[in-house]
């Protein structure tokens, strides 16, 4: 029914966004609450004076599931707890009493001595467990409450640290791992990182975001760091008139409403890139949205406002000045993930190693450890693909280093199966989870090298255990979506829904969901070995899976 004339005429109150800027200054929701009784980043204090000592019975609820998040530390998922009861839990019968410890390794950096300490971590207080994340971060599990000072001080004494690892806050700074290496790189990105980490992590001002902020850097024309779905990127470009330098894009980001980030058309040098990246983050803070989670990230200002206008606020409120006018940069084809043998540009070599799925041990980190010593390099890199790489190895050392790595489970020559497929956490750690997935991604790597051992090209399987898109689903060829699905017989069963199609690079895009395209986790390698025949018999020349 329409409003009479008189109740027309009458302006509605506006609830607002939830935006700083605009006075929506209440506490919105239960997290905006947290974070305005206590800065997160405090809990650090209470972690090692108190709960350290107390136990985890002891940890107030808000610091537990808020604030324990700034310093990267998530309850994990109590083992057994069936998928399908995980909408329906309270949060003290899902969750253990143990940690999910994420390490922060900004630009994927890491020297021998900090590779053996988080080895030394994960074996002697982390039951051996380790993933490498598709955001270069190492993943630990079982970390009790009692050990985190120790490790806190272990990590912080070879110069690694878990500030900011979680939470809603500028995370890891993903950047290029062949930074400074590579022969075909625009501009090396490692001084930027620097400088964004050392000035603005751990920052009060900027430790209280609407939601999660994600940053990568990188000058390598291959896009190694995936600048299309991060929050903020800087891209490397070549300025006819000013040189080397970065392209800012802003507003990617998957989950829910995937969008690809925007380029803003201006050209930065290494110089004033840390300024704008915390003028992109303080804009965000000021009019991100904070009413609802589901809408608090950038992309959706970005999307609302369109980048001329987040221009110009950017340079009219916070920076004070115009940026200079830039050049797009050219688009890769898809994403580089380094895996393999590749010259440097001082003569010597990088190996670019895959596990399955990202899953390592603590184990295998002191082993990579002592390879690296073995051939005298002091420089080991993780990527935005669950990968490894290890520098600055003499091309008389390649094929003994190759065989080394490989004897530790990493191969620097996979199949294309081992290569291209990467798994989220799951439901063996993780609380939101409906399904498992690394053991399945890494079943399906072993089946499909059996059963379709000869193909040729790249296609990308991304296995996510729930709605969300941590080993990002529509970005994939085939990206599978963790969720309960009915099987022949009618039970309910663990599958997923398949999404067919996504790219990024030169011709990005979200893949397609297919209503009719669910599949058991029992029937995945049938249906992803009839799609990849189905795509070699019928593909035209240079046809790639996603197009
Ligand atoms: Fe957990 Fe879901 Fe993310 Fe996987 S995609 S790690 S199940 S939240």
Redesign the pocket.
């Known amino acids: 029914m329409a409003d009479s004339p008189a109740i027309a005429r009458r302006p509605r109150p506006s609830r607002g966004e939830g935006q700083w800027a605009l006075g929506y200054r209440e506490p919105l929701t239960a997290n905006e609450q947290i974070k305005k009784d206590d800065n997160p980043l405090n809990v650090r204090a209470r972690i090692e004076n108190v709960y350290a000592h107390r136990g985890f019975d002891y940890i107030d609820k808000a610091d537990l599931r808020g604030r324990f998040r700034w310093w990267g530390l998530y309850t994990q998922r109590k083992p057994g707890i069936d998928g399908g009861k995980t909408a329906t839990l309270e949060p003290e019968e899902l969750e253990d009493s143990y940690f999910m410890l994420r390490v922060r390794i900004d630009g994927g950096q890491l020297n021998v001595e900090q590779l053996r300490t988080i080895a030394g971590i994960s074996t002697e207080f982390g039951r051996d467990t380790a993933d490498l994340t598709d955001r270069q971060n190492v993943q630990l599990h079982w970390i009790r409450v009692e050990d985190m000072p120790e490790i806190w001080r272990r990590l912080e004494a070879v110069g690694l640290h878990t500030q900011e690892a979680c939470g809603d806050c500028p995370r890891i700074i993903l950047g290029s791992p062949v930074a400074g290496i590579a022969a075909s790189e625009i501009i090396d990105g490692t001084e930027v990182i620097r400088e964004i980490e050392s000035r603005y992590i751990g920052d009060p001002e900027l430790s209280n975001l609407p939601r999660k902020f994600k940053t990568a850097v990188s000058g390598n024309p291959d896009h190694d760091t995936v600048p299309q779905i991060n929050d903020i990127a800087f891209v490397g470009v070549e300025h006819p008139e000013h040189g080397p330098g970065w392209d800012l894009w802003v507003g990617g980001g998957l989950s829910t409403n995937p969008m690809l980030a925007q380029r803003l058309g201006v050209w930065l040098s290494s110089e004033e890139a840390p300024e704008v990246w915390a003028g992109v983050a303080r804009v965000f803070r000021d009019y991100g949205y904070r009413r609802l989670r589901t809408r608090a990230r950038i992309k959706f200002l970005i999307a609302d406002w369109g980048v001329e206008k987040f221009r110009q606020v950017l340079e009219d409120e916070y920076l004070g000045r115009r940026l200079t006018d830039g050049p797009a940069p050219a688009l890769p084809e898809t994403p580089g993930d380094h895996v393999g043998v590749h010259p440097q540009k001082d003569g010597k070599f990088y190996l670019g190693v895959a596990p399955a799925v990202g899953r390592v041990s603590g184990a295998v980190l002191g082993q990579v450890a002592d390879i690296a010593e073995r051939y005298g390099t002091d420089r080991i890199r993780t990527t935005a693909h669950q990968k490894l790489v290890v520098l600055d190895i003499d091309e008389t050392d390649i094929e003994p280093a190759v065989a080394d790595l490989a004897a530790v489970g990493l191969e620097a020559r996979p199949s294309a199966w081992r290569r291209n497929t990467m798994a989220?956490?799951?439901?063996e750690f993780?609380?939101?989870?409906?399904?498992e997935?690394k053991q399945r991604g890494a079943d399906l790597i072993t089946e499909m090298e059996k059963r379709v051992p000869e193909l040729d090209t790249p296609i990308t399987v991304n296995v996510?255990?729930?709605?969300?898109?941590?080993?990002r689903?529509q970005v994939a060829d085939i990206g599978l979506k963790?969720m309960l699905v009915m099987d022949a017989s009618g039970e309910q069963v663990e599958g997923f829904q398949v999404h067919l199609g996504g790219a990024l690079g030169l011709e990005a895009g979200f893949g397609r969901k297919l209503r009719a395209h669910k599949v058991t986790g029992e029937d995945l390698p049938d249906y992803v070995e009839k799609l990849t025949r189905g795509y070699l018999t019928d593909r035209t020349e240079g046809e790639s899976f996603a197009r």
């Not at 989220?424 to 439901?427: A, F, L, Q, S, V």
């Not at 993780?430 to 399904?435: G, Q, R, T, Y």
């Open positions: 989220c956490t799951g439901i993780c609380k939101l989870a409906i399904i997935t996510n255990g729930c709605p969300n898109s941590c080993a689903i963790g």
